[in-house]
């Protein structure tokens, strides 16, 4: 069994930055490909960044373009989102999960955590 555990999360000012940590146990996070989701208040969850096994192809959603990060450390058996310039309208619960084959931008995911909460204030 996989558990995905998000940490990071929290209360910032727009323009700031926030780093989110998805750690894996269970299973060899080198086996998954690593899709960070956000869902905010009264909207459907919807896909941020990705990123495949081995790190070399990354994807994101538009809105994050230039403004988000993801990396993997499969040594730490950890993904992470880096996320600068943040606006208010990133405020959401973000979430990572984990599928064994291609990232995909829909929910098609195996694993999922649990959660963190980022708020940002204007």
């Known amino acids: 069994q996989v558990q995905l555990v998000e940490s990071g999360g929290g209360l910032v000012q727009a323009g700031g930055s926030l780093r989110l940590s998805c750690a894996a146990s269970?299973?060899?996070?080198?086996?998954?490909?690593i899709g960070w989701f956000r869902q905010a208040p009264g909207k459907e969850r919807e896909f941020v960044a990705g990123i495949g096994r081995s790190g070399d192809r990354t994807y994101y959603t538009d809105s994050v373009k230039g403004r988000f990060t993801i990396s993997r450390d499969n040594a730490k058996n950890t993904v992470y989102l880096q996320m600068i310039s943040l606006k208010p309208e990133d405020t959401a619960v973000y979430s990572c999960?984990?599928?064994?084959?291609?990232?995909?931008?829909?929910?098609?995911?195996?694993?999922w955590g649990q959660g963190t909460q980022v708020t940002v204030s204007s």
């Open positions: 999960a984990g599928r064994s084959g291609i990232v995909l931008k829909n929910t098609q995911y195996d694993y």
């Open positions: 269970g299973r060899t996070l080198s086996e998954l490909t």
